[in-house]
C-alpha cells in the first residue's frame, strides 16, 4: 500500500527521496508522510543560515554530528505527518528515507 500511495504522489510530483532536501522539508512542516528505513542511519550536520534558511550536510558520524533520518523523522512527527518506520525492502523509492509532500513542489 505505501508503494501504490508513494507512487501516486510522484505522479503528481509530490515526492522526494533526497535526505538533505527531505530534512529541510520536514523542519518546514511541509511532509505528509514519511517512510525511514528502519535499519538506516544517514549522519550529517544541520545549520540555520539567517538569509538561506535550514541546510543539511552529510557527513561521517563525528562529534556534533546527528542521524539526518531520525531529525526528519523527529520534525515530521511534530508537525502532523505520518511517520512509517519501514524494513529495507518496503520503502518505496531506492533511498533509506523518502517522503510524500503536503503540496507539489515548485
Do not use: M
Request: aromatic fraction near 10%; include cysteine; glycine fraction near 4%.
Amino acid at each position: 500500500q505505501a508503494q501504490k500511495h508513494y507512487e501516486q504522489a510522484q505522479k503528481q510530483e509530490k515526492t522526494l527521496n533526497n535526505t538533505q532536501a527531505i530534512v529541510r522539508a520536514a523542519f518546514y512542516g511541509q511532509i505528509d508522510t514519511l517512510f525511514v528505513n528502519a535499519k538506516a542511519q544517514e549522519w550529517g550536520f544541520i545549520r540555520n543560515y539567517k538569509h538561506q534558511g535550514l541546510k543539511a550536510y552529510e557527513s561521517d558520524q563525528k562529534p556534533g554530528s546527528q542521524d539526518l533520518l531520525n531529525y526528519a523523522a523527529i520534525h515530521t512527527f511534530q508537525n502532523q505527518g505520518r511517520l512509517l518506520i519501514l524494513a529495507p525492502e518496503e520503502i518505496p523509492d531506492t533511498s533509506n528515507i523518502c517522503a510524500i509532500l503536503r503540496y507539489p513542489k515548485d
